[in-house]
């Protein structure tokens, strides 16, 4: 499984934006990187995915650098509710799963 | 629509008992994916399953774990003789299509506690 590698927690105030960063330097040219998350005793929710070109949807955007070998979703004004751990995955092409690693645990402040 | 249902949310077994975990894929989906989460840790992929078929076992272990997906109703997952170790959130998703083409949508889990 393709490595990334997270920050293990991050802080923000509320109402200001959060660029939650993301490693993959082994990244391949058909991997796609997916960006889930996970509110307390809750199953993981899709947050955004891409290849190549950074995405924006309503939830968040997702920044790909041009060597695609890191990334960052940027969430434009967190709130209370954006508090949960963030996974950063690669999924390679063909592959059956998504692979999991630790995440990040963003704590929002008020 | 209604999102992915697992029941039951929380279960509670005996060491030697046999756990049996529900999942209800979203409507017009057809693969279902389970997975497992040890406090503190991340997922972790178990079995991918289209109706009737396994795909993808090669995330469960070789013993006590079965999975099924039927042409009608739910798909389970069963876990013969738990120990304590099998203690953790079970997780299914679903997705309509592959993965190429599709994201997958969790359920809100199963919460098995051996005693």
């Known amino acids: 499984d393709a490595k990334t590698t997270q920050p293990n927690s991050m802080e923000s105030n509320e109402e200001e934006p959060v660029h939650l960063p993301c490693n993959h330097s082994t990244i391949s040219g058909t991997d796609y990187i997916h960006w889930y998350r996970q509110l307390p005793s809750q199953g993981p929710e899709y947050v955004i995915h891409g290849l190549t070109s950074n995405v924006n949807n309503r939830m968040a955007s997702l920044a790909i650098a041009e060597d695609r070998k890191s990334s960052t979703l940027i969430l434009h004004r967190a709130t209370l509710r954006d508090a949960a751990v963030y996974y950063c995955?690669?999924?390679?092409?063909?592959?059956?799963?998504?692979?999991f690693g630790t995440g990040t645990r963003l704590t929002v402040i008020p | 629509n209604a999102g992915v249902m697992q029941n039951p949310r929380h279960l509670v077994r005996r060491r030697g008992q046999e756990a049996r975990l529900r999942c209800s894929p979203m409507k017009g989906h057809s693969h279902v994916y389970w997975y497992r989460q040890l406090p503190e840790e991340g997922l972790k992929f178990m079995v991918y399953l289209q109706k009737e078929n396994i795909i993808d076992e090669s995330g469960m272990p070789k013993e006590r774990f079965s999975a099924e997906f039927p042409k009608e109703g739910p798909s389970i997952l069963r876990i013969q003789q738990v120990v304590r170790g099998d203690s953790a959130a079970y997780f299914c998703a679903s997705s309509r299509d592959r993965l190429e083409t599709d994201t997958q949508y969790f359920g809100p889990g199963t919460r098995l506690t051996v005693l």
């Open positions: 995955i690669l999924w390679k092409t063909g592959a059956n799963n998504l692979f």
